[in-house]
């Protein structure tokens, strides 16, 4: 019985890890993602609109 339910532990323990790397690349992915797209709005808009002074995006 106590191996049963080691394993059933395990098992639910391995289950919640890999839905936890798969939320943490799906967030990865977005942020990479709205961040390439602010890239092209703002390189879309004209150099009269662009405002003047410091950048306000932030390159990590």
């Known amino acids: 019985m106590n191996t049963?339910?080691?394993?059933?532990?395990?098992?639910a323990l391995l289950y919640a890890q890999g839905l936890l790397g798969f939320a943490g690349l799906a967030t990865?992915?977005?942020?990479?993602r709205a961040h390439a797209s602010e890239l092209v709005?703002?390189?879309?808009?004209?150099?009269?609109?662009?405002?003047?002074?410091?950048?306000?995006l932030v390159v990590r």
């Open 41 to 56: 709005t703002a390189s879309e808009m004209g150099a009269s609109e662009m405002p003047s002074g410091p950048s306000l």
């Open 28 to 32: 990865v992915l977005l942020r990479d």
């Open 4 to 11: 049963k339910f080691a394993a059933s532990v395990l098992t």
